[in-house]
């Protein structure tokens, strides 16, 4: 199994790569979608985060309200910190739980959105950064995603910088090319994983014999 870390700050477009190489034959462990999870209804992420930070969270049908959140945590890093020791435990958890189940052949993407900053790197055997100029990323999330220019510049604060994501990155993908562009990388991209992923199961499979013709 090859584990890799995909990762990108706020509108670079990462789910975009993540679903070009589930397409590829990828295993994709998506952080966001179990941040979700976590804190649904009835959850005990749910009443953690109630209990940090008010009942005015929660919509009126009693779920999450993540732009209310969002509001609260993104311009003050001491309750961005508080959301997150709640919230990436039970994450890191389901992870783990969903890695092990996936065949030993497979190529593993973890999509980790925060990966530079929680400083995970090392938790993976490659990481690959989906980078975007800062003016690009404004762009598509208050055009695409209808946030305020306010608030997406907060978002983007809030995250690590473009230099500190690729300074840990094994692998970069620019997405600020064409649509077809961006494809053909991936896809490059793909053929550099599975390489790397052969080669460890050979790596491993050399070890298990030399263990076995010294017992």
């Not at 945590?73 to 961005?80: A, G, I, R």
Request: charged fraction near 30%; hydrophobic fraction near 45%.
């Amino acid at each position: 199994m090859l584990k890799v870390g995909l990762t990108g700050g706020i509108g670079a477009g990462k789910s975009e790569v993540s679903r070009l190489l589930v397409e590829c034959g990828a295993v994709l462990v998506d952080a966001d979608r179990i941040a979700r999870e976590v804190v649904e209804p009835g959850t005990p992420g749910l009443a953690a985060v109630v209990e940090a930070f008010g009942e005015d969270v929660l919509t009126a049908e009693g779920r999450l309200d993540r732009p209310k959140l969002g509001s609260l945590v993104f311009t003050d890093p001491q309750k961005l910190a508080l959301l997150n020791s709640i919230v990436h435990p039970l994450v890191g958890a389901r992870s783990r739980a969903l890695e092990e189940a996936a065949p030993e052949d497979a190529v593993v993407v973890h999509d980790v959105p925060l990966l530079t900053e929680n400083g995970l790197a090392p938790l993976y055997d490659v990481v690959v950064v989906v980078d975007a100029r800062p003016e690009t990323q404004l762009d598509r999330l208050v055009r695409l995603r209808g946030m305020s220019e306010q608030d997406a510049r907060a978002r983007m604060a809030a995250q690590a910088t473009r230099e500190q994501r690729r300074a840990i990155a094994d692998i970069v993908v620019d997405n600020d090319v064409p649509l077809p562009e961006l494809h053909r990388r991936v896809h490059e991209v793909w053929a550099e994983l599975t390489r790397r992923a052969r080669a460890t199961r050979e790596t491993a499979g050399d070890a298990g014999q030399a263990g076995q013709a010294g017992e």
